[in-house]
Antibody, heavy 117, light 112 residues
Framework: QVQLQESGPGLVKPSETLSLTCSVS????????WSWVRQPPGKGLEWIGY???????NYNPSLRSRVTIAVDTSKNQFYLKLNSVTAADTAVYYC???????????WGQGTLVTVSS | ESVMTQSALSLPVTPGEPASISCSSS???????????LDWYLQKPGQSPQLLIY???NRASGVPDRFSGSGSGTDFTLKISRVEADDVGVYYC?????????FGQGTKLEIK
């Protein structure tokens, strides 16, 4: 059973860059899409974007100007960078394995990132 | 962008009774391949979301057959034949026909 684990700073200052890593274990990162989804405290889910193991990406237009998703197949990891963050970016960030039909069948436990000075 | 709407924000249910959660999309989710690109997820309290139903009516691995999904085009339903205490949480629909993938606002199932 594949497992995903997010890691990164839990506190980021406004205007700085949020950086998260998702480590994939129990399976290869190849031949799947890998997504990031976030959830502000007490609110619903928002799809941020995905990357294919080959490196092709697709981002939510609402975040496209600020987001970068990358992958390192040699480390079985993928990454999220969100720049120029504000308090509105405070959320639990989930990394997710995404199937060819778009379904998200494996989720990390999530990591809370708070944007505050 | 497809806007997903779940009409009920809260759904109180008596254990053993059936439950039904509705989701509608602003655009048809029916692909030319014949599938409706609509998933259902359950987020139990304090947990990550888990996939219940994919492509409108297919149960994900390990999901009890008490859960079923139906619908086509713009209107979809998740049904639980007999609600159990462990089913509490927030149920989200999500469309994956086109990016950006979008979620409904969630329906919170509570036990009476």
């Amino acid at each position: 059973q594949v497992q995903l684990q997010e890691s990164g700073p839990g506190l980021v200052k406004p205007s700085e860059t949020l950086s998260l890593t998702c480590s994939v274990s129990g399976g290869s990162i190849t031949y799947y899409w890998w997504s990031w989804v976030r959830q502000p405290p007490g609110k619903g889910l928002e799809w941020i974007g995905y990357i294919y193991y080959s490196g092709s990406t697709n981002y939510n237009p609402s975040l496209r100007s600020r987001v970068t998703i990358a992958v390192d197949t040699s480390k079985n990891q993928f990454y999220l960078k969100l720049n120029s963050v504000t308090a509105a970016d405070t959320a639990v960030y989930y990394c997710v394995r995404t199937l060819p039909n778009g379904s998200s069948d494996n989720w990390g436990q999530g990591t809370l990132v708070t944007v505050s000075s | 962008e497809s806007v997903m709407t779940q009409s009920a924000l809260s759904l109180p249910v008596t254990p053993g009774e059936p439950a039904s959660i509705s989701c509608s999309s602003s655009q048809s989710l029916l692909h030319s391949d014949g599938y409706n690109y609509l998933d259902w997820y359950l987020q139990k309290p304090g947990q990550s979301p888990q996939l219940l139903i994919y492509l409108s009516s297919n149960r994900a691995s390990g999901v009890p057959d008490r859960f079923s999904g139906s619908g086509s085009g713009t209107d979809f339903t998740l049904k639980i034949s007999r609600v159990e205490a462990d089913d509490v949480g927030v149920y989200y629909c999500m469309q994956t026909l086109q990016t950006p993938y979008t979620f409904g606002q969630g329906t919170k199932l509570e036990i009476k």
